[in-house]
């Protein structure tokens, strides 16, 4: 087995050992393989576990991927999505995990009805108030969520966050309920089911899973370090 193959292993048992942890089904959660940076032939190798779900954050990067990649994996965008790369992204990915304004879930909703198209997407949430993260407050999300979910080609399914980067996972685990309880308190509000909840990346998946985490994002874990610059 590569080395990737043999990380993806033991990161499927550690979410197994979350999930039981937390009396959770483990089919519940769904491991997000972050390939950005990384080749088309780190992904052909990840796929030798059985692993179909990867995550890309940058349009450019993952159009001269994604073709080179086997086929028929499911792709989520996970990064910060720039209005003019719409119309590039939505043949690219089958979920995007991070709209982060009104704008640009009209927009996407938008192309996608122009090309026939319905697309899942989850709403970001900037739990810690960090001016470095992108993504709704909680007060935005209370006010815009009633037109977010009412956009004609994009079916919001969950909610996101990034939680502030700390040596300790436990210093996400509140940032993570949060976002459960946020996703609670809208689910009862609008009558609008959010089944998923991405949260989690390879410092802090553990947590996630056990504050209720459908799709965690694991990058570094998997493929090792990237270039500082990403
Ligand atoms: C890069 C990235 C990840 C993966 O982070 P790791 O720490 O490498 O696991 C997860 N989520 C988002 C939004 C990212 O940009």
Same mark, same amino acid.
């Given at each position: 087995m590569s080395n990737i193959a043999t990380r993806i292993s033991g990161i499927l048992e550690r979410i197994h050992a979350a999930a039981e942890r937390a009396g959770r $089904? !483990? @089919?519940s959660v769904k491991l997000?393989?972050? /390939?950005? !940076? %990384?080749p088309a032939d780190a992904v052909a190798m990840a796929t @030798? !576990?059985?692993?179909?779900l990867f995550g890309e954050s940058r349009v450019q990067e993952a159009r001269g991927k994604i073709p080179c990649c086997p086929q028929g994996l499911e792709w989520h965008f996970i990064g910060h999505l720039q209005k003019n790369k719409v119309r590039q992204a939505l043949p690219l990915f #089958?979920?995007? %995990? /991070?709209? #982060? &304004?009104v704008t640009l879930a009209r927009n996407l909703s938008r192309v996608a009805e122009e090309t026939g198209q319905q697309i899942r997407g989850l709403i970001e949430v900037n739990? &810690?108030? *960090? @001016? !470095?993260k992108h993504g709704f407050t909680p007060e935005a999300l209370r006010a815009e969520f009633p037109s977010l979910i009412a956009l004609p080609a994009l079916h919001i399914i969950g909610l996101m966050t990034m939680a502030p980067? &700390? *040596? $300790? +996972?436990? *210093?996400?685990r509140p940032v993570f309920w949060q976002l459960r309880e946020l996703r609670e308190e809208m689910q009862k509000a609008h #009558? %609008?089911?959010? +089944? #998923?909840l991405s949260m989690g990346m390879s410092g802090d998946f553990e947590v996630a899973i056990e504050e209720g985490s459908t799709l965690v994002r694991v990058g570094t874990a998997i493929f090792g370090e990237r270039p500082a610059i990403i």
């Open positions: $089904n !483990t @089919a997000v393989a972050v /390939s950005k !940076t %990384h @030798a !576990t059985g692993q179909q #089958d979920v995007f %995990h /991070s709209l #982060d &304004s739990i &810690s108030g *960090e @001016a !470095t980067y &700390s *040596e $300790n +996972p436990e *210093e996400a #009558d %609008h089911p959010l +089944p #998923d």
